[in-house]
């Protein structure tokens, strides 16, 4: 296994959790992709996470399976098999702990109907970024940005200068507690190949290409959950697609920094299969 600091081997674990949600995950599989022992791997990602394995990777099947029901149009029975649970009661109990309302009543209440939007669905080619992980509030990512710009200018990254940052969420904060939400903070990449050793937090990743449903919201971020259900909720609810487990994707086109807050342009992607 290549040498690499324990920060990174969780956090390289962490990754396999969020693509593997609907698979095993069990313990000594995990130690075996962080590189522990199972017996140390159990106490260093609690150190780290500040969770066990197991109860960070059953707060997200069930935040996932939020979000399915607060989005998508799948029965409850459905949506628990694909959190992993075997039955609907077990589910609904699970939930309820969790969210401190069944699953019928978290739908009912989250699936409102938002004032429409102009969306479409435009295909894209896959892009590679260098990115920068942020785990805390959405509107406390600035520090991210800030390292990613500093270093990149330090170590000379050739940057595509015509793409606009992007920022990939990984959670919604309206089902995710805020201090434990996931981003990304990227810049698009020029050049194949590593730009040099990278400082924890850092990595290279490519955005998946293929179709996506898009729209624009315009105004300050902290509005932007809005936009999103009006773009989930209301408009792709009615199309017949799916929605890939991955983060979503927001393209800045213009900055906080020379712009009004009012006029801020966001543009929203998530990636759908026909």
Not at 100 to 111: I, K, N, W
Not at 234 to 263: F, G, I, M
Request: proline letters at 7%.
């Amino acid at each position: 296994m290549e040498k690499l600091d324990w920060r990174d081997r969780i956090l390289r674990t962490l990754e396999h959790i969020h693509t593997n949600l609907s698979g095993e995950l069990d313990g000594p599989s995990l130690a075996a992709v962080a590189g522990f022992s199972p017996h140390h791997f159990h106490r260093v990602f609690r150190g780290i996470v500040g969770e066990s394995v197991m109860e960070y990777t059953r707060r997200l099947r069930l935040e996932q399976a939020a979000m399915r029901l607060k989005y998508g149009q799948e029965g409850v029975l459905d949506v628990a098999l694909g959190a992993g649970y075997q039955s609907h009661e077990g589910f609904t109990r699970a939930f309820t702990a969790h969210f401190g309302v069944a699953p019928t009543e978290f739908r009912r209440r989250e699936q409102t109907v938002t004032p429409g939007r102009e969306c479409w669905i435009r295909p894209h080619l896959p892009m590679r970024c260098l990115a920068v992980s942020h785990v805390g509030p959405y509107s406390e990512c600035g520090a991210a940005w800030g390292r990613l710009y500093a270093w990149a200018g330090r170590q000379r990254v050739t940057l595509r200068r015509e793409q606009p940052p992007i920022g990939l969420c990984s959670d919604d904060p309206e089902i995710t507690d805020p201090a434990r939400c996931r981003y990304e903070a990227c810049v698009a990449l020029e050049t194949e190949g590593e730009p040099g050793p990278l400082p924890e937090g850092f990595r290279v990743r490519e955005i998946p290409g293929g179709a996506y449903a898009q729209t624009i919201h315009t105004g300050t971020y902290e509005g932007i959950g809005d936009t999103y259900a009006a773009l989930l909720g209301q408009w792709l609810s009615r199309r017949s697609v799916t929605l890939p487990d991955e983060p979503t994707v927001e393209v800045y086109l213009n900055s906080p920094l020379d712009t009004p807050a009012d006029k801020l342009r966001t543009e929203i992607r998530i990636r759908v299969e026909e």
